[in-house]
């Protein structure tokens, strides 16, 4: 009787990760709210929080992974109709980012809009990112329909509503509407000037300026979308085109759908490769201005590149530090060896300084147009922001990985979402503009306002209420206004990147987190070392006290002695 053999008991290993509270339990987030903004009605936040961390959501975002999208360009008499399945649980998710308001919303207006939705945005990304790359695009695209202001007047209130439709429909026929983005080619790749999709005029109408384009476009994701914002070559160069999937007068647009990519990560999103057969669009904006539209645009989407890193870096380390703490091995918890703690300090100080800078800069967004000081600030952290926290990324999912060893490893289970962190986080560091876009997205914006000395300046006051508290904070300071009017050398423009993330960061910390914390970072982050991998914390620094303000324990029964 082989069925009733019990070679063993299991035990040791640490519970599920589920159904907590994420807002509750992530006291950097909810101290940065308060300090951005005071009267923050946190109430949609701890809601969101709840479902997120929930065990359902978790199965979702689970399933969601598990099967993939499902490209079908014909049906089954041979027609072409160019469309992706998706598993329900994608629209289970897709359904509770909309009702949460991480897509259009913000555009519609009220307090700290901007500020709210991307702590939803981090909190969401806890969960699942996958799905939120249609959020970010509809998040991007719905401000620049402004440049044409009957489309604005059509599509910009569905794109605010908090209703998802995932019928492919008409949008006159549905609630809310999400919208994606086709910029790149095969022979460009983020070099958009060298697209080679031709946009030829065909008349006007109620849209305005109407036109067929020629052409294709190598990452086309989240394809179904309703509609997309595109660039194609005109005789004044690349301009930016509305692209919807159905055309006014009820027929499907000539978009067709060649193959889905077969991503290393990000596997519950659709990513596509299209063609365009005299595909009709409407222009946006002046023609000749693509670029520059599509980089206005890109300061939303990299916005949420850094939100969402950060967001994974705190799930990754929330279930780091869950796992040591029932974990025991050598006689005590896994927590409690100082090895161990070392590294999940270690992680908690980039977790939190991670948190401080990407909600810094999305509060920029929430500031009036004529705020001089804050649209600095955002002209100049979004490159910032977007290259270090990204880059940082992937290496502190391999670190909080390893705390859970071959556990963490493996894809099924809990602790699969460690493996899904691990492979989801080099894609924001890639998309919207990877590190050497960045890096020279910085020294363009640098050359720009080195004119009026308005980044410098911005800059300056910034870190100025820092000072005199750290030493080597004081000397990093120092050192970036010549670096800054002497920005010039491209080779040097990533460790100028890096050392204005790390002086924000550091200053952010020393004005508003607790003593422990500021001071582990600097002494970590600015002294010789650099931090090359994690882990490395010097003596003195109090560990426990920074995982402990990390995740607050929780009371719990182990079954090993």
Not at 26 to 37: G, K, M, S, T
Not at 191 to 206: H, I, L, W
Not at 494 to 505: M, T
Request: hydrophobic share 45%; net charge negative.
């Amino acid at each position: 009787m082989h069925g009733d053999w019990q070679t063993h008991e299991v035990d040791n290993q640490p519970p599920a990760f589920s159904d907590v509270d994420l807002f509750a339990s992530n006291r950097p987030l909810r101290e940065a709210l308060a300090r951005h903004a005071t009267a923050l009605d946190t109430a949609p936040l701890e809601r969101l929080g709840r479902l997120a961390g929930s065990a359902a959501m978790q199965g979702h975002a689970r399933l969601a992974n598990v099967h993939a999208p499902q490209l079908r360009t014909h049906d089954r008499q041979g027609r072409r109709i160019d469309q992706v399945e998706f598993h329900p649980s994608y629209h289970a998710l897709m359904t509770a980012a909309c009702e949460a308001g991480l897509h259009g919303s913000p555009w519609a207006g009220g307090a700290h809009a901007h500020l709210a939705r991307a702590a939803g945005f981090m909190l969401f990304t806890e969960l699942e990112p996958s799905v939120l790359c249609p959020v970010s695009m509809s998040y991007a695209a719905a401000p620049a329909l402004r440049a044409n202001a009957a489309l604005f007047a059509d599509w910009f209130p569905k794109l605010t509503h908090r209703a998802y439709d995932p019928r492919f429909l008409p949008f006159e026929r549905k609630a809310g509407v999400t919208m994606g983005m086709g910029m790149t080619e095969k022979q460009g790749g983020s070099d958009v000037r060298a697209n080679t999709t031709q946009a030829t005029f065909d008349g006007d109408d109620a849209w305005g300026r109407r036109y067929r384009l020629v052409g294709h476009k190598w990452f086309f994701s989240a394809p179904m979308c309703d509609a997309f914002l595109v660039l194609a070559q005109t005789g004044s160069g690349p301009s930016c085109f509305f692209l919807p999937r159905w055309l006014p007068d009820g027929s499907v647009n000539a978009v067709q759908l060649q193959r889905l990519k077969d991503k290393l990560g990000n596997k519950a999103n659709a990513s596509a490769e299209v063609e365009f057969q005299d595909a009709l669009a409407w222009g946006v904006g002046e023609p000749g201005r693509g670029v520059s539209q599509i980089l206005e645009m890109g300061m939303m989407t990299r916005l949420d590149c850094a939100l969402g890193t950060a967001g994974l870096m705190r799930q990754a380390l929330a279930l780091a530090v869950h796992h040591c703490r029932w974990r025991h091995a050598f006689g005590r918890p896994l927590v409690e060896q100082p090895l161990m703690r070392n590294v999940l300090a270690d992680l908690a100080l980039e977790s939190e300084a991670a948190t401080a800078l990407a909600l810094r800069l999305a509060h920029a967004f929430d500031a009036d147009p004529g705020n001089a000081h804050e649209a600095a600030m955002r002209r100049l952290l979004t490159p910032v922001a977007k290259f270090w926290i990204c880059k940082r990324g992937s290496a502190f999912a391999q670190e909080a990985m390893e705390c859970l060893g071959g556990n963490g490893y493996v894809e099924e289970g809990g602790e699969g979402v460690m493996a899904r962190i691990y492979r989801e986080m080099p894609l924001n560091s890639i998309w919207e503009g990877a590190g050497n876009i960045m890096a020279l997205d910085l020294l363009r914006a640098l050359r720009r306002g080195s004119g009026d000395g308005s980044i410098a300046a911005a800059l300056a006051a910034e870190l100025a209420p820092a000072r005199g508290q750290d030493a080597a904070l004081d000397r990093l300071i120092d050192g970036l206004p010549d670096r800054i009017d002497t920005a010039n050398e491209e080779s040097e423009a990533r460790r100028l990147a890096r050392d204005v993330a790390l002086a924000v960061q550091a200053a952010l910390l020393q004005r508003h987190a607790p003593a422990v914390v500021a001071a582990a970072f600097c002494r970590a982050r600015l002294g010789g070392e650099g931090a090359p991998v994690f882990g490395l914390l010097p003596a003195g620094i109090d560990a426990g006290a920074l995982v402990e303000r990390a995740l607050p324990d929780e009371p719990r029964e182990c079954t090993t002695p």
